[in-house]
């Protein structure tokens, strides 16, 4: 397990998805030009982490009381998804396509809701991205919150100069 230290210094990552926010961001337009409607195109290669992250964020957790989560193929399949997205863009956003909100997206995915999301770019290991998401007090808050199942993935793209794109998800 990495060493991980209390949140304070700033990180490069943004991005969190509460059940309450969810109905916030389904009305965001955000433009992505030349991608039309729906999945952005190109090549990418996506791979699953929840196997390494898992025991690191069950180790945060039990030491602040709470139960592990669990793997669930859904949360890793939404954080695939997502991953993929990002990288093929090339911006760390939770909105990805002009035709489909974060809701839309848990939805079509099949993640119950409530559902969380952190997302984090650049980060060059899996311990920095993890690093990253602690020091964020909102992406720590998603650690420790009331979840039970969790997918984790990073994905590059030429698109987007191979750098790694990380998504969280967390879920009932």
Known sequence: MPHYSKPGRR???IGILGAGTAVALTGCGLDFPGLGN???EGDTNA???TSTFLPWVNALRADHGLPPVSYARVNE?????????MALVGKMNHITSRSETVAERFKRIGLPLP???NIAMYQQTPERAFQAWVNSPQHLKNMLGDYAHMGV???????????PFWSMDLSQ
């Open 11 to 13: 990180a490069f990552i």
């Open 38 to 40: 729906g999945m952005p």
């Open 47 to 49: 791979r699953a982490m």
């Open 77 to 85: 399949q939404a954080a695939l998804d997502q991953a993929r997205r």
């Open 115 to 117: 559902a969380a999301e």
């Open 153 to 163: 993935a990073v994905s590059t793209s030429p698109n987007s100069e191979n750098r």
